[in-house]
């Protein structure tokens, strides 16, 4: 696809901004938790958990642990998915499930019922970008940006330079 067809929707300065938002979102509603997990889904998403947590932990005092979840996104249930920490690690945490964009839910409940048999004490979801085409029963907790977009385009979150931008294709 040219590069003249992509309408940029979200630049670094703005994403850096939503994450810290994210941040202090999930710090107010979980100041009395001694510990989290911020989980990143494969790809963009793990970077994106990765810089929340970051900002989290910068702006809080809260134990935070940061753990990738792999899977294949267009076929979750194909192939195996890998978990970087322990899953019995979530047992009784607050956990937050990250990716960069919503779009169907597929990724996102495929994700979220694997980490919900590890017995959090909550799972909350977190995106970049929900598009709000849901083909699956699953909402974003914490969003960045809502975008309302018809089902032929598409949104990509890209590294550039140190943090990260969002296109309409």
């Not at 970087?84 to 690690?89: A, V």
């Not at 169907?104 to 979801?125: E, N, Q, W």
């Not at 970008?129 to 089902?151: C, E, Q, W």
Request: proline share 2%; net charge negative.
């Amino acid at each position: 696809m040219e590069t003249a067809e992509r309408t940029r929707i979200l630049d670094q300065w703005e994403v850096e901004h939503k994450i810290r938002r994210i941040a202090h979102q999930i710090l107010e509603e979980n100041y009395k938790e001694k510990a989290i997990v911020i989980v990143g889904v494969t790809g963009v998403g793990a970077e994106v958990a990765r810089e929340l947590h970051n900002e989290f932990t910068s702006i809080s005092d809260i134990e935070s642990v940061f753990c990738e979840l792999t899977l294949q996104k267009n076929k979750p249930l194909k192939g195996e998915m890998t978990f970087s920490g322990d899953l019995k690690d979530l047992r009784n945490k607050v956990v937050f499930l990250v990716d960069d964009v919503l779009n169907s839910g597929r990724t996102l409940i495929f994700a979220a019922r694997h980490l919900l048999g590890a017995s959090p004490k909550s799972l909350r979801t977190v995106v970049l970008v929900d598009r709000i085409h849901r083909k699956f029963p699953i909402r974003a907790d914490y969003v960045g940006m809502t975008l309302s977009t018809n089902l032929k385009e598409h949104v990509a979150v890209e590294k550039e330079g140190d943090g990260f931008v969002a296109y309409l294709d």
